[in-house]
Every structure is written in C-alpha cells, then in structure tokens.
C-alpha cells in the first residue's frame, strides 16, 4: 500500500518559513514526478510546485515563485517543499501527490498524479 504523509504545516507570521517533508512508502518514487498542491477554505485545489524524476526542471506557480523550493532526497524517498517569505494568502491545506508512471515530466495538473497524502495545515497570519 502506497502511503505519502505530509509534515511540517503550522502557525507562522508573515515573512516567516516553514520546510514541509512529504515522506513516501509501499514503493519508491525516486524515478517519479511529485508534486505540491493546496487547497484554501472555499476555494478550488491550486498548483504549488513539481519536480521531475531528474529534479532538473522544478516548476512553479506564479504565486510562489522566487519563495518556494521544492527538492528531493531519493535516499529517503522524500520530497520538500522550503517555504519563505510566507504571506497570509498562503494560507491552506498543503497536498503532496506522486506521479505513478516512471520517468514522467511534472505537471501542474492534479489529474497528472496518482497518489495523494492527507495534507498538512499552513497558517500564515498577517
């Protein structure tokens, strides 16, 4: 059984940081796309972040561009995300999702990915 636990989240003021961990079990992604999404209360699961198997073309959203980095450690089967000059629109449950196919690009789009974790909270407050 294919598991991916988000970690993390919490209360931060704004212009704070939060590291967020996605630890994945049942199988390796280390030949895999992974991604971040989020989700706010009302509105629409949004596109954060991706990385491809290689890692060579992460991928963001405009929103969070030049703030965020999404990395992996393979080893641990393990992606990132380094949240930085965290704002109050920031705030959202944050999805770690996984992409099943071997060698795949990353994608913005939710349907892309397989496997999802439960989330993990961020607040940001102003």
């Known amino acids: 059984q294919v598991n991916l636990v988000e970690s993390g989240g919490g209360l931060v003021q704004a212009g704070g940081s939060l590291r967020l961990s996605c630890a994945a079990s049942?199988?390796?992604?280390?030949?895999?796309?992974m991604g971040w999404f989020r989700q706010a209360p009302g509105k629409e699961r949004e596109f954060v972040a991706a990385i491809d198997w290689s890692s060579t073309n992460p991928r963001y959203a405009v929103s969070v561009k030049d703030r965020f980095t999404i990395s992996r450690d393979n080893a641990r089967n393990t992606v990132y995300l380094q949240m930085n000059s965290l704002k109050p629109e920031d705030t959202a449950v944050y999805y770690c999702?996984?992409?099943?196919?071997?060698?795949?690009?990353?994608?913005?789009?939710?349907?892309?990915?397989?496997?999802w974790g439960q989330g993990t909270q961020v607040t940001v407050s102003s």
């Open positions: 049942g199988r390796t992604f280390s030949r895999n796309a």
């Open positions: 999702a996984a992409d099943a196919d071997l060698y795949s690009g990353s994608s913005n789009y939710p349907a892309h990915y397989d496997y």
